[in-house]
């Protein structure tokens, strides 16, 4: 056989595996870091099956933090539509308390801006999305108070 060929075969699947490897590593990544850097005005960690209130202004950036377990299948989801003078920030992002157990518990994020003013009271509830009709185990509620006053 051609040492040439040999020589280009050997080192082709080499490369191949080191770039796999290097695609599985960096595709691992469980919190985005586009979000790492983004300092809400407000952090409020939710307890379940209460209500918790919120004031906030026009501009005002808030945290809610809900416990859970990510290698339980459930996950928070907001209830119904978002009110007008709220908006979702980018997709809810969980934080394991040991990253290096499996299935650790930790905090579900959902950040939401105050656009504008008004009442409203969120809804968060612990479910698994795949399951159709099935009761929430979970839920928690904040009432959010945007006001232009001081």
Same mark, same amino acid.
């Given at each position: ?91 809810? +992002? ?28 969120? +809804? ?27």
């Amino acid at each position: 056989m051609n040492p040439d060929i040999t020589f280009v075969r050997r080192y082709s699947s080499l490369l191949i595996a080191a770039g796999l490897a290097t695609c599985l590593t960096v595709g691992c990544e469980s919190n985005p870091k586009s979000r790492v850097d983004v300092q809400p005005d407000v952090v409020d960690v939710l307890h379940t099956d209460s209500t918790a209130q919120q004031t906030a202004k026009p501009g005002m950036l808030m945290a809610f933090d809900l416990p859970g377990h990510a290698g339980t299948g459930y996950a928070w989801q907001p209830l119904g539509t978002m009110p007008t003078f709220l908006e979702m920030v980018g997709e809810p +992002v969980f934080t394991a308390a040991d990253p290096d157990r499996m299935g650790s518990s930790g905090m579900t994020r959902f950040l939401v801006k105050a656009t504008g003013t008004g009442k409203a009271t969120l +809804v968060f509830e612990y479910v698994r999305g795949w399951e159709e009709d099935a009761a929430p185990v979970r839920t928690a509620r904040v009432e959010i108070n945007s006001t232009n006053g001081d």
